[in-house]
């Protein structure tokens, strides 16, 4: 008997009831970006099913994964599965097993810049990217093009409760501690 | 009419010129528009990615504030309009989760009461088809569009989606209002490769060629679209590395302005020149 304390974990975290897939492939063709999957998606949801966790986890659909929706849309049985794998992203994070840091981190950046002044600061996080992969003059033509056009904001647009926009950020990081916390004595048997 | 208006982060700097087209129009209709106090990011995906309270926390906030009035929330940007729908409808409908949210988010308050829209449902309700068809002083029947809604407009699961999932025409009826000719086509919802543009540029401009390949062979003179991350990917097209000929991406706000005044305002904004869409126009 498989074990199925994966699923289990995965059906509780995201309220779907992922059990229910019968692989009927329509994630899969309607998915734009599957040429660049290495577990296309229905397989993915096969393994959560079957308890691969290490493979789902490491995957890098996970990441190359648009949050388009198109698959969440076509499955017959209502499964959500874009939520599915963002929720994966999580727990691969959590755990250091993410394939491809990229997404998460240019993330990370964005949420500190909208913690930092309320509102996203677009030439901060992306000129702090750019520091972090080394690369700051690969898209140079397109910067300056839309900072020519007026389309990048060049100052930060401050809020004026930004006393407020931290304490919601603290805010959120105790409840997701609590969350997290109620996963682990779920887990534990005694 | 009235209505709370949340801009977002991208109409205030990238789609600046969507906001600008959006007001203007907006005044023409004598629709008045009041910005919500100290509004703040909805999180758009970054949010749900890292942390789903975070997520709903940011949404909450703006709704909160938008809920010192009683006129519906407009969210022009179909991420902010989708989050915050998201969020109001979990803080109505689910007590527990209201609870928590406004203990996070005291002293402000929460209690999904508003409505919230985006640009297309207002333009429809509270300008009409009707008079969207009358007293246009410029002829655009010279001009075809594809009508490319993106692919987070109609595709929320769980809550009830404003429009048909695959196949929405909603802003279809409003170009055709106008007097310029839609081309029915396949790509109506997909997607142009969203954030993917910074974190891997090559999705993008693959799933962004493929939609501007498709407009052109069927056709189209224009793209008209209602959200600033499609108009975005598609408009930079030529800097990431199509060296095709492209087409003009137009906020839908923006063929209003061709009906109505007969040019552009944010004519300058425009990455692929939608200076050529002009000469198209005749007089009415």
């Known amino acids: 008997m498989k074990d199925l304390s994966f699923l289990h974990e995965c059906e509780r975290e995201t309220g779907e009831k992922i059990s229910s897939c019968y692989q009927c492939y329509r994630c899969t063709t309607g998915c734009p970006v599957v040429s660049d999957m290495d577990i296309l998606p229905h397989r993915l949801i096969r393994y959560v099913i079957l308890g691969e966790r290490e493979r789902a986890l490491q995957s890098g659909t996970i990441w190359t994964c648009l949050q388009c929706y198109t698959c969440s849309m076509r499955c017959p049985n209502d499964i959500d599965v874009a939520r599915i794998f963002d929720t994966l992203r999580k727990a691969a994070v959590r755990e250091d097993k993410a394939r491809d840091l990229d997404t998460w981190r240019f993330d990370r950046y964005f949420l500190d810049s909208v913690k930092r002044h309320g509102r996203l600061h677009e030439l901060e996080a992306i000129m702090r990217y750019k520091l972090m992969k080394k690369d700051l003059f690969g898209d140079s033509k397109m910067g300056m093009s839309m900072l020519l056009k007026g389309r990048m904001g060049i100052l930060p647009h401050n809020i004026k409760d930004r006393k407020g926009m931290k304490a919601l950020f603290e805010q959120a990081d105790k409840l997701s501690a609590v969350s997290g916390q109620q996963e682990k004595s779920n887990a534990d048997p005694t | 009419m009235r209505l709370s208006y949340y801009p977002g982060c991208s109409l205030k700097t990238s789609s600046r010129f969507y906001e600008a087209s959006i007001l203007k129009v907006f005044s023409h209709y004598g629709i008045e528009l009041e910005e919500v ?183 189209a003179d224009v793209i008209v679209t209602p959200c600033p991350l499609c108009q975005m990917n598609l408009d930079l097209l030529p800097l990431i590395g199509r060296t095709a000929a492209s087409l003009p991406v137009l906020f839908l706000p923006e063929v209003f302005e061709l009906a109505l005044f007969g040019s552009l305002t944010g004519t300058g904004s425009h990455i692929i020149p939608a200076d050529g869409v002009l000469k198209k126009i005749g007089e009415a």
């Open chain 2, 37 to 219: 106090d100290d509004w703040s990011c909805c999180g758009a995906s970054a949010a749900h990615t890292i942390d789903e309270h975070l997520a709903h926390l940011l949404s909450a906030r703006n709704l909160a504030l938008a809920e010192a009035r009683d006129y519906p929330l407009f969210a022009p940007c179909s991420a902010c309009y989708i989050r915050s729908r998201m969020t109001n409808e979990k803080v109505r409908d689910d007590a527990d989760f209201q609870t928590e949210v406004n203990e996070a988010l005291a002293p402000l308050v929460c209690e999904g009461t508003l409505e919230v829209k985006n640009i297309i449902e207002v333009l429809e309700e509270y300008v009409g088809v009707e008079a969207m068809a009358k007293n246009n002083r410029h002829d655009l029947s010279g001009l075809k569009a594809v009508p490319y809604y993106g692919c987070v407009l109609t595709r929320t699961m769980r809550i009830t989606p404003y429009d048909d999932k695959e196949n929405p025409e909603s802003m279809d009826v409003l170009i055709e209002a106008l007097g310029m000719k839609v081309v029915a086509w396949p790509y109506k919802m997909e997607c142009c490769g969203a954030g993917k543009t910074l974190t891997d540029k090559d999705v993008t401009r693959r799933l962004s060629e493929k939609i501007m390949d498709m407009a052109i062979t069927l056709g």
